[in-house]
């Protein structure tokens, strides 16, 4: 998918909201793990009450992974669905990848051509040719690590080297790479007040901004500093959406939590 008609889908819904799927066994309603593939069966349920609300659908790959093969089958199984199902929607797998460059090509190969995701997050810790491989793929996005909302994101990426924040020495860099108009870039929502200086540097770029919600994020804040003329914003919630309800509601809770984002999304789009 392109970053036009990324832009289009969010005029259209008048939302620019991004659900993560990150299923855990012990959070899913507990009749769930009656049925045969539970993860895909509690996805496939979310994304049927809430594609309508969202353009974009986050599966963070750590939550697949921690279950083997049959993660990694439901993981499969859940962007299949949505490729076939609701093309339109920007997919994002959330798998925070990043080596050596044949490393990376391997990676990217696995989540661009084999299971078909739009895009793909990246740290950038090992430098230009542990992303650029991702950045080859036509159409393709990648979304790169920047300010995150952790409270170890004051470990590294806000101290000073000759300066300047770390940080922000990744995104004038990452600038250079080649196809870098293909890079979006992490800032969590709980890190609000860095949104002025960060798009100093990438005025135009798109920003994904985990945070709020569950952890505390902002939305108007976010907005106020980080809002561009194509909006540049994907705006993520996890578990506030998806972990509304336990009961056998589940599906319209969150489309319940999805509705009430997207309409605040809506009143920052008419503003």
């Known amino acids: 998918m392109t970053t036009q008609q990324l832009v289009e889908q969010?005029?259209?819904?008048?939302?620019?909201?991004?659900?993560?799927?990150?299923?855990?066994?012990?959070?899913?309603?507990?009749?769930?793990?009656?049925?045969e593939d539970p993860i895909f069966a509690f996805n496939k349920a979310i994304i049927d009450a809430t594609h309508h609300l969202c353009v974009a659908y986050k599966p963070n790959t750590a939550f697949y992974e921690a279950y083997g093969i049959k993660g990694w089958k439901a993981l499969e199984k859940t962007i299949n669905y949505l490729n076939e199902k609701h093309p339109e929607i920007?997919?994002?797998a959330d798998a925070k990848r990043g080596d050596i460059g044949n490393t990376s090509t391997?990676?990217?190969?696995?989540?661009?051509?084999?299971?078909?995701?739009d895009?793909?997050?990246?740290?950038?810790?090992?430098?230009?040719d542990s992303v650029e491989p991702f950045l080859?793929?036509?159409?393709?996005?990648?979304i790169l690590l920047a300010l995150t909302s952790n409270q170890g994101a004051f470990d590294f990426q806000t101290k000073y080297v000759d300066g300047v924040e770390l940080y922000k020495q990744v995104l004038e860099t990452s600038k250079s790479w080649e196809n870098?108009?293909?890079?979006?870039?992490?800032?969590?929502?709980?890190?609000?007040?860095?949104?002025?200086?960060?798009?100093?540097?990438i005025p135009k770029a798109f920003l994904l901004v985990p945070g709020v919600g569950a952890q505390g994020g902002n939305l108007q804040e976010v907005c106020k500093y980080g809002i561009t003329d194509t909006v540049g914003l994907l705006i993520n919630s996890s578990r506030?959406?998806?972990?509304?309800?336990?009961?056998?509601?589940?599906?319209?809770?969150?489309?319940?939590k999805a509705e009430e984002l997207q309409k605040q999304m809506q009143a920052e789009l008419t503003r």
Do not use: W
């Open 180 to 201: 870098s108009e293909n890079l979006m870039y992490v800032v969590g929502a709980t890190k609000a007040e860095y949104l002025a200086d960060i798009r100093k540097i």
């Open 240 to 256: 506030g959406i998806i972990y509304a309800s336990q009961d056998v509601n589940f599906a319209s809770a969150a489309a319940q």
């Open 10 to 35: 969010i005029h259209k819904k008048q939302s620019f909201l991004c659900i993560g799927l990150d299923v855990d066994l012990n959070k899913i309603p507990k009749h769930l793990l009656e049925e």
């Open 119 to 128: 895009s793909v997050t990246i740290a950038p810790y090992m430098g230009k």
């Open 90 to 92: 920007y997919t994002i």
């Open 106 to 117: 391997m990676y990217a190969k696995a989540f661009f051509e084999d299971l078909g995701f």
């Open 136 to 142: 080859a793929f036509k159409d393709k996005h990648t």
